[in-house]
């Protein structure tokens, strides 16, 4: 569906995008993140057309992106909305601004509203609206013309944890019938709706995440011993940089090099540990993550 073909962007004189590559197939949801400054509001705006580039291409559907302007939705990371403006009224606007028929939106609204939890809200002004409550609002405009792809840029970075789950259970259902893109720097918002994350640092994309997939740790291993009585003799195996006691049966076991487990059985054999369950740490997307857009 999207493919972005070494795209460069500078400003004021600083590389901003560095020669992105990557795509994004239909009906995915797909995170970007990064640490503040990577880029990605940037690459955001290229494609949606607010920002030109000057080297690269993006393409949907093998067209320029600009194209399919009407293709897709967009909510930016703070939304313009009126204080005084009801629901209704800033539904209608934006619309307008977008040249959708006036009849059309109006036919739209009440089902737009409901679908982003705020049925009956219509007549409330945009100032007696909660934090999440607006950014539900602000989604409601990006996908009042059908996008076949939405663009969502840190849409959870100012809500409080009732703001959060009120997005987190919308994006969910919006996932079941359009394409998305999510950019944020926390990962624990998407942690649950994104299929895979592509990351990026310093203006480049350096590397992807499935999210369905178990990360392992092949310098750590989990066990399980039936008694700790012999444990500390561990300490004195060159392999074993650290043995932490997680609980009266489990410990931790790291090392600076992969583990072979057969190795690790035997070595507790030979201090007369009795292993019970083995196997490598599992590192979560966080965890990750973090090891990816480290400077260490």
Avoid at 111 to 126: A, I, N, P, R, Y
Avoid at 182 to 203: A, F, P, Q, V, W
Avoid at 252 to 257: A, E, I, Q, T, Y
Wanted: proline content about 2%; glycine content about 8%.
């Amino acid at each position: 569906m999207i493919i972005i073909d070494n795209l460069h962007k500078t400003l004021e004189n600083r590389k901003i995008l560095k020669g992105i590559n990557l795509s994004i197939a239909e009906n995915e949801c797909v995170g970007l993140i990064g640490p503040n400054g990577a880029g990605k509001t940037t690459l955001i705006k290229c494609m949606t057309g607010i920002l030109s580039y000057e080297n690269g291409s993006i393409r949907m559907d093998s067209q320029p992106i600009e194209q399919h302007k009407k293709d897709i939705g967009y909510l930016s990371q703070y939304t313009d909305f009126k204080a005084w403006m009801t629901c209704r009224e800033s539904l209608l606007f934006f619309g307008q601004l977008s040249g959708l028929e006036k009849k059309l939106v109006q036919k739209r609204i009440p089902t737009l509203l409901e679908e982003v939890g705020l049925f009956g809200k219509d007549h409330f002004k945009v100032e007696q609206l909660s934090g999440g409550m607006k950014q539900r609002l602000g989604v409601a405009q990006a996908i009042l013309h059908n996008p076949r792809l939405l663009i969502l840029d840190e849409p959870m970075s100012s809500l409080d944890p009732i703001g959060r789950n009120e997005m987190k259970k919308l994006m969910e259902r919006l996932k079941l019938h359009t394409t998305i893109l999510i950019s944020t720097h926390i990962l624990d918002d998407t942690g649950e709706i994104c299929d895979r994350y592509i990351i990026m640092k310093n203006g480049q994309v350096i590397g992807n995440i499935n999210s369905q997939l178990q990360h392992v740790d092949r310098r750590k291993v989990l066990l399980q011993v039936k008694d700790m009585k012999n444990i500390d003799r561990l300490k004195m195996h060159s392999d074993f940089e650290s043995v932490q006691f997680l609980s009266p049966h489990t410990i931790l076991l790291s090392g600076d090099k992969e583990f072979v487990l057969k190795n690790v059985i035997k070595a507790c054999t030979a201090q007369s540990i009795e292993v019970i369950t083995i196997g490598f740490h599992q590192k979560d997307l966080e965890q990750v993550f973090i090891e990816m857009v480290s400077e260490i």
